[in-house]
């Protein structure tokens, strides 16, 4: 089991930053793939960002070029560093993830963010 626990929601002007953290319960960075996803309200859920167990990254477009994704593996934890908010970037965020061999997936319970001026 991986219990995550995401953080740094909040209420940002549009054009502001904010950066999201997801702890995860135990060391699996090696073996998980670690995403973030979001879903705004009558929407899908919908990918945002990845970093796999090697580092390596990907993005939705919608996202490119102002959203980071980085990790610290000392302190178990993911983030997603959000720039150039927008007000389409309005969503409850999830952090994801997702074992790369047998594909276990865990969720965490989402923060708010809202980008309204």
């Known amino acids: 089991q991986v219990q995550l626990v995401e953080s740094g929601g909040g209420l940002v002007q549009p054009g502001g930053s904010l950066r999201l953290s997801c702890a995860a319960s135990?060391?699996?960075?090696?073996?998980?793939?670690m995403g973030w996803y979001r879903q705004a309200p009558g929407k899908q859920r919908e990918f945002v960002a990845l970093?796999?167990?090697?580092?390596?990254?990907n993005y939705a477009d919608s996202v490119k070029g102002r959203f980071t994704i980085s990790r610290d593996t000392a302190v178990n934890t993911v983030y997603l560093q959000m720039n150039s908010l927008k007000p389409e970037d309005t969503a409850v965020y999830y952090c994801?993830?997702?074992?790369?061999?047998?594909?276990?997936?865990?969720w965490g319970q989402g923060t708010q963010v809202t980008v309204s001026s």
């Open positions: 994801n993830a997702k074992n790369k061999f047998n594909l276990e997936s865990y």
């Open positions: 135990r060391t699996i960075f090696s073996i998980y793939n």
């Open positions: 970093i796999t167990g090697g580092g390596n990254t």
